[in-house]
């Protein structure tokens, strides 16, 4: 075992052990590998990670025929309603959405992605679906029940995490 490996899992020497190791490795470097991507989509759009996971939303709202309001967007993001509406103004700014009035209540707003928007996500994204989907598309039935499982247990392996107790 890569010494790297047996820091976080213990010298094992069970082939099972090993199997479960080199998976886990596996899927550390497909992340790292995505959060790479996602920084260089971020460059290439020049937005943050906020701004970009605003648009995803939106557009997705928007497929779905959903509005989105400011506060949806903050109960999405965790942040609170002065970092959204400084989201909001960066991303009206830079021509990525536009605020609309409601149709019956004339105090709230909705957000909406702009057309060149769709084509801007489209455009810087739209190879790198097609790359990962022809990765998985030949993929048995079997195969694809069995990763999907695994990512399943992953998640919930992960969302198991205690958060730190309140320094204080």
Do not use: C, F, I
């Given at each position: 075992m890569a010494i790297?490996?047996?820091?976080?899992?213990?010298e094992n020497a069970d082939d099972r052990h090993e199997r479960a190791v080199a998976l886990l490795q596996a899927f550390r470097m497909y992340r790292a590998a995505e959060v790479a991507m996602r920084r260089r989509t971020r460059e290439a759009m020049s937005m943050g990670e906020n701004d970009l996971l605003v648009l995803r939303y939106l557009l997705r709202a928007q497929r779905?025929?959903?509005?989105?309001s400011p506060s949806e967007l903050t109960r999405y993001l965790g942040?609170?309603?002065?970092s959204m509406t400084a989201i909001i103004d960066r991303?009206?700014?830079?021509d990525h959405v536009r605020r609309e009035r409601h149709a019956t209540?004339?105090?709230s707003i909705h957000v909406i992605p702009t057309?060149?928007?769709?084509?801007?996500?489209?455009?810087?994204?739209?190879?790198?679906?097609?790359?990962m989907l022809a990765a998985v598309i030949d993929m048995t039935p079997e195969e694809t029940r069995i990763v999907t499982e695994t990512l399943a247990r992953?998640?919930?392996?992960?969302?198991?995490?205690?958060?730190?107790?309140?320094?204080?």
């Open positions: 790297e490996n047996a820091y976080w899992y213990g779905e025929g959903r509005r989105v942040v609170s309603t002065a991303l009206e700014k830079s209540d004339r105090r057309a060149e928007t769709d084509h801007e996500v489209r455009a810087t994204l739209g190879k790198m679906h097609e790359r992953l998640q919930s392996a992960v969302d198991e995490v205690d958060s730190p107790p309140p320094s204080g």
